[in-house]
């Protein structure tokens, strides 16, 4: 059985950072051919992807948070991280990690059509 755990939320002021964390149990995310994602969702808006990683090294971000945003993976900790720098309000939402087998995401990225899910946490922007 699959679980994703995140942690890190809050609120924070624009110009501010914030880290997430996303451990797993049931998912290894070293292994070769799995990807592992963040995706957030607005109030009223669909749910939208942020940034994934694959094979450990392979890193895409959506235009809106390059330059802000860095994934990165602890395999020692089975443990995914975002971290958000240079915030803004319309960073706001709540953010989910996801996991699945790179070929079986249904549309490719950042389609949120990805097996497994956390259960998110919110992220709040001020200006």
């Known amino acids: 059985q699959v679980q994703l755990l995140e942690s890190g939320g809050g609120s924070a002021q624009a110009g501010g950072s914030l880290r997430l964390s996303c451990a797993a149990s049931?998912?290894?995310?070293?292994?070769?051919?799995?990807?592992m994602g963040w995706f957030r969702q607005a109030p009223g808006t669909e749910r939208q992807g942020v940034a994934y990683?694959?094979?450990?090294?392979?890193?895409e971000y959506v235009d809106s948070v390059k330059g802000r945003f860095t994934i990165s993976l602890d395999n020692a900790k089975n443990t995914l991280y975002l971290e958000m720098n240079s915030l803004k309000p319309e960073d706001t939402a709540m953010y989910y990690c996801?996991?699945?087998?790179?070929?079986?995401?249904?549309?490719?990225?950042?389609?949120?059509?990805?097996?497994?899910w956390g259960q998110g946490t919110q992220v709040t922007v001020s200006s």
């Open positions: 990683i694959s094979d450990s090294t392979y890193k």
């Open positions: 996801a996991a699945d087998r790179c070929s079986g995401i249904v549309g490719g990225w950042p389609r949120p059509t990805w097996t497994y």
């Open positions: 049931g998912f290894s995310y070293s292994t070769w051919g799995n990807c």
